[in-house]
């Protein structure tokens, strides 16, 4: 999908106190992606239509069908009439398990859990992490630099970002999407394509810290989780399990600290790519 296909152009009347004006205003596109597993359905998430290579991978491995990417064979993204299925073969071993939890996650945007049949599948166990250490002034730094990453959501105002920054807070990557959850799942998917080690810095993502976002950074082995609004009580139980710093409420001169494990860890070499 190229990204003119991640936006449009719709008619809209502006309205300044008493005066109106007739404008051609720049919108997000919005659209059902069907993931397919060899040939099977599995999810329907509601993204927007750009980089789903990258989101399908992410999904995949945030939500435990794929435990390396070697175990995805090929994708191939097809639009139909009502949508874009995107076709994933992976390994029969992978299939077999996910027919066994099979479950519906017909989606809003970006909901993971729509469909789930019980609550003990709402909850998947946490994978442990180790933290970084993550300077005040990285974080700072990163947050002065997503704004200059996120071209749709300056262009349309609706969309969430996720980037991958190092240790000193450099922006390396980053992803855009409707959903905040397919924001990063997409940054995820590209970070294992490029080979990117997640033990060399953070998760820069411009909504809220919910527990879905620390769950899928821990599946990832990502140790830090920088949010620009606020942590949730569950997001905050699942970073202490997990031993992963939880930073919300970041903005420019402040940002809050949920979680800080006892110990950090401050590798010798920043993230790259491979």
Request: net charge negative.
């Amino acid at each position: 999908m190229s990204d003119d296909q991640s936006r449009c152009q719709a008619p809209v009347d502006v309205r300044r106190g008493s005066s109106a004006e007739r404008l051609k205003d720049s919108i997000a596109v919005e659209t059902p992606v069907a993931l397919v597993y060899n040939g099977i359905s599995h999810a329907v998430m509601m993204a927007t239509p750009a980089e789903l290579e990258d989101f399908a991978l992410g999904f995949s491995f945030t939500e435990g069908i794929l435990e390396a990417s070697e175990e995805l064979y090929g994708i191939e993204v097809l639009e139909e009439t009502a949508g874009i299925a995107v076709h994933l073969d992976i390994a029969t071993q992978r299939f077999m398990e996910l027919k066994q939890r099979r479950r519906s996650l017909a989606g809003r945007t970006g909901c993971g859990l729509c469909g789930t049949e019980s609550l003990e599948q709402a909850i998947r166990p946490v994978v442990s992490v180790t933290a970084p250490r993550v300077e005040d002034a990285a974080i700072q730094h990163a947050l002065d630099a997503l704004k200059w990453h996120q071209p749709l959501q300056r262009e349309t105002g609706a969309t969430h970002g996720a980037a991958w920054c190092d240790l000193d807070g450099q922006v390396l990557l980053a992803r855009e999407d409707v959903g905040r959850h397919n924001a990063l799942d997409k940054l995820i998917g590209a970070m294992l394509k490029r080979r990117f080690d997640p033990h060399h810095g953070f998760a820069l993502v411009s909504s809220r810290a919910s527990y879905e976002m620390v769950q899928k950074c821990a599946s990832a082995g990502i140790g830090c989780l920088v949010a620009v609004s606020a942590s949730t009580s569950l997001a905050i139980e699942l970073a202490r399990q997990a031993g992963l710093k939880l930073v919300g409420f970041a903005r420019p001169g402040r940002h809050v600290i949920y979680h800080q494990p006892a110990v950090e860890t401050a590798p010798a070499a920043h993230a790259s790519g491979g």
